[in-house]
């Protein structure tokens, strides 16, 4: 539900940008995020139901009792929190991306105004800082690029109007929140550690439990995106000449543990780009066939191809981040 948030807000999917987009890494680290978010808040919602089998005097709850609080209970976590959630997550998506817009046309538009609604439900703090205008890489950005709040409807647009700080120390602004003193557009980070959700003594178990279930996830994805364009069978130029997608190649990299395997699976998406770009390194030869090696840097992280070569044809045998 929180990753659909992030694709509508984020207006664009891996498919859709490509490797070489600044926008590739920035939908990844926002999926992987509301993913993990979501997984502690699942956690959080099973241990608070299993307190509900007993009641506040100790006793045991009746069936009837118990179904009615764990409804009760589920409506706050899957219907109302959710809510604010999802909207939090297209919200902060849509901005980051705006970010990554920014970034691009800076030379153009050098400065931001800080832009909110003038009506009662807009927080009097905010208001303040309406008009502001302040560089592209000012610091007062790392802090209080939008959103600001929850069901925060400030906005910041870009200008070549001269600088104007309000009369404000902006070097030294109020904190927001926690969680919003931060830009998503540079973070990546919709739900940072400071969510209570994250608080919590077996962190570092739910969190390999949360990875391992969004990687699940992702392979269900990219399978399923792999047979809906085809790409089983199918050829791609390579700097050694025609490379094929076999299903036993998308098996193995997909089964594959590393630090690194959410972003590296995400080359699926933009597999013939990849294939295309990589540089020749080096051949090995194991058991009668050869190995070639290729390279190429995904926001310099490095990415390499394994291509296996039989009867002078090549097939794709592996992707991993180390040699």
Request: proline share 3%; charged share 25%.
């Amino acid at each position: 539900m929180l990753q659909k948030a992030v694709t509508e807000g984020y207006g664009k999917t891996l498919s859709e940008v490509g490797y070489i987009s600044p926008d590739w890494e920035m939908i990844s680290h926002l999926k992987y995020n509301v993913g993990v978010f979501a997984a502690f808040k699942n956690h959080h919602q099973i241990e608070e139901t299993v307190k509900l089998l007993i009641d506040d005097n100790g006793e045991a709850r009746s069936w009837e009792d118990f179904k009615n609080a764990a409804l009760a209970l589920n409506t706050r976590y899957n219907s109302v929190w959710l809510k604010t959630e999802y909207h939090l997550a297209k919200t902060s998506a849509k901005a980051a991306r705006r970010w990554q817009d920014i970034q691009r046309t800076k030379h153009i538009y050098p400065n931001l105004i800080y832009v909110a609604v003038n009506d009662g439900r807009t927080r009097e703090l905010h208001k303040k800082w309406h008009g502001i205008i302040l560089p592209v890489d000012h610091v007062f950005w790392n802090t209080h690029y939008i959103p600001n709040d929850h069901g925060c409807r400030c906005n910041v647009f870009r200008t070549d109007k001269a600088v104007d700080t309000k009369g404000y120390n902006v070097e030294n602004m109020p904190e927001l929140p926690p969680m919003f003193n931060q830009n998503t557009g540079k973070t990546g980070v919709v739900f940072d550690k400071s969510h209570p959700y994250f608080k919590i003594k077996n962190y570092k178990n739910i969190a390999d439990m949360a990875h391992k279930a969004i990687m699940n996830i992702q392979t269900q994805q990219i399978k399923q995106y792999i047979v809906k364009q085809q790409l089983l069978d199918k050829s791609f130029n390579s700097q050694l000449g025609k490379v094929k997608i076999l299903p036993e190649a998308v098996d193995r990299i997909l089964q594959q543990k590393t630090e690194n395997s959410y972003q590296l699976n995400a080359v699926f998406y933009d597999l013939k780009n990849v294939i295309k770009n990589a540089l020749y390194i080096k051949t090995k030869e194991k058991k009668g066939s050869k190995y070639h090696f290729l390279h190429l840097q995904i926001k310099n992280k490095n990415v390499y191809l394994t291509i296996k070569e039989e009867d002078e044809k090549y097939q794709l045998y592996n992707i991993t981040d180390k040699l």
